[in-house]
């Protein structure tokens, strides 16, 4: 089973950028489905953005789309959430999570590996 830690939250204002970064262990990505989620206080899990196994695919939520650039670099084994233009809707705890489907599920409940979840907090 794969190990994920997430990294790289924290305060920004609006208008800020801030990346996050998911590195794994026990597992490498090329393995994996990747995605992103969030969660916001009094709010379900939604999702945010995924990656292919191969990285060739990326999927985002219309809610990030043009703002936020899922990455990878498989010398470091870690995936990267580039979040530009953040907004107060932006804030949430962020989670990484990765299974081994095909394809990117949008489910938060289908993802049997999950990361601690960073939080990530837009304001003045």
């Known amino acids: 089973q794969v190990h994920l830690v997430e990294s790289g939250g924290g305060w920004v204002q609006p208008g800020d950028s801030l990346t996050l970064a998911c590195a794994a262990s026990?597992?490498?990505?090329?393995?994996?489905?990747q995605a992103w989620f969030r969660q916001a206080p009094n709010k379900e899990r939604e999702f945010v953005a995924g990656?292919?196994?191969?990285?060739?695919?990326?999927v985002y939520a219309d809610s990030v789309k043009g703002r936020f650039t899922v990455d990878r670099e498989n010398a470091k084994n870690t995936v990267y959430l580039r979040m530009n233009n953040l907004g107060p809707q932006d804030t949430a705890v962020y989670y990484c999570?990765?299974?081994?489907?095909?394809?990117?599920?949008?489910?938060?409940?289908?993802?049997?590996?999950w990361g601690q979840g960073t939080r990530v907090t837009v304001s003045l």
């Open positions: 026990g597992g490498f990505w090329h393995e994996y489905t």
């Open positions: 999570a990765a299974d081994e489907y095909p394809i990117i599920v949008k489910v938060a409940n289908r993802y049997k590996n």
């Open positions: 990656l292919s196994k191969n990285g060739g695919v990326r």
